[in-house]
């Protein structure tokens, strides 16, 4: 099934807003397979910013995302990268819809709350990037009949 990475990025964490932000997630009947807190190195954001690298905003994006813990998960479900970012909304919370966890908690143009994958290549890379298979929990939602099913 697919999977996103997503981190909530050092302003969630600083403004305690993990909770409310994960309950998005929960609330929709999306499944956490893994879970952490952790400091993100400097070798690691350069890592998973690869592509940005260059861009006038690199340097400030991380030293931002090493600045302060953060707290990274995987999330499953058919779809999920979609879900996710459809969830997370526009990429500053000056322009993102409110409803949308960017547009409701927040407003400022460099500190953004969330991250989440954007492509079924760069979910997959940034997924082994930050967990070991190990780490990633496999078990089924008991209610997945509910959620995700159809009635035929
Ligand atoms: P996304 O997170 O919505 O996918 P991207 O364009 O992939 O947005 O940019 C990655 C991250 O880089 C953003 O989440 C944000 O933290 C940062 N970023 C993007 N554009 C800017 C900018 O113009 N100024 C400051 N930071 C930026
Ligand atoms: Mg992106």
Request: hydrophobic share 40%; glycine share 10%; charged share 25%.
């Amino acid at each position: 099934m697919e999977k996103s990475l997503i981190i909530l990025k050092p302003d969630a964490v600083q403004r305690q807003l993990a909770g409310k932000i994960i309950s998005r997630f929960e609330e929709k009947g999306i499944q956490i397979v893994g879970c952490k807190l952790m400091k993100i190195t400097m070798d690691l954001a350069s890592e998973h910013y690869a592509p940005h690298k260059g861009k006038p905003f690199y340097e400030g994006l991380v030293n931002y995302m090493t600045s302060s813990p953060v707290i990274v998960l995987v999330l499953q479900a058919n779809g999920v990268i979609a879900m996710a970012r459809k969830l997370m909304g526009a990429t500053f919370g000056c322009d993102a819809e409110p409803g949308t966890i960017r547009g409701d908690f927040g407003g400022s143009k460099g500190f953004n709350l969330i991250h989440g994958s954007d492509s079924p290549e760069a979910a997959e890379k940034e997924v082994s990037l930050f967990f070991k298979p190990e780490e990633l929990v496999d078990y089924t939602l008991t209610n997945e009949h509910w959620l995700f099913g159809d009635n035929d």
